[in-house]
């Protein structure tokens, strides 16, 4: 798989930590876009990795820091709403992505 720009982005977030979705939007490559854009590319980006196992998604209730896996038949519900590209509240329920090993040799196999 050839990685864009985007995608690349979302690998390296997900090295550090399991990110949450919002800070894809955040980032300088993206954030001069109007929202519906960022969201847009960033979920396009997403389920592409997803599609390769380069990354997992997850439910995290932000108050306790649970982690659920979010499961395969589940990702296109996960990621529709524009609402959990929100940063989240301190009680609510976020969706997180951690970049896999496969994804980590993907980011670092290729050149930026």
Request: with cysteine; charged share 30%; glycine share 8%.
């Amino acid at each position: 798989m050839m990685l864009g720009e985007t995608q690349r982005l979302i690998l390296f977030l997900g090295i550090e930590d399991r990110s949450g979705l919002w800070e894809i939007t955040w980032e300088r490559e993206l954030f001069d876009l109007p929202r519906e854009k960022r969201i847009a590319l960033a979920s396009d980006a997403l389920k592409a990795l997803l599609k390769h196992g380069f990354v997992r998604l997850y439910r995290c209730g932000e108050r306790d820091r649970s982690f659920q896996t979010v499961a395969p038949e589940e990702w296109e519900h996960a990621l529709s709403s524009a609402e959990i590209w929100n940063e989240p509240g301190p009680d609510s329920v976020s969706i997180r992505f951690e970049t896999t090993s496969a994804g980590e040799e993907a980011y670092w196999s290729t050149e930026g």
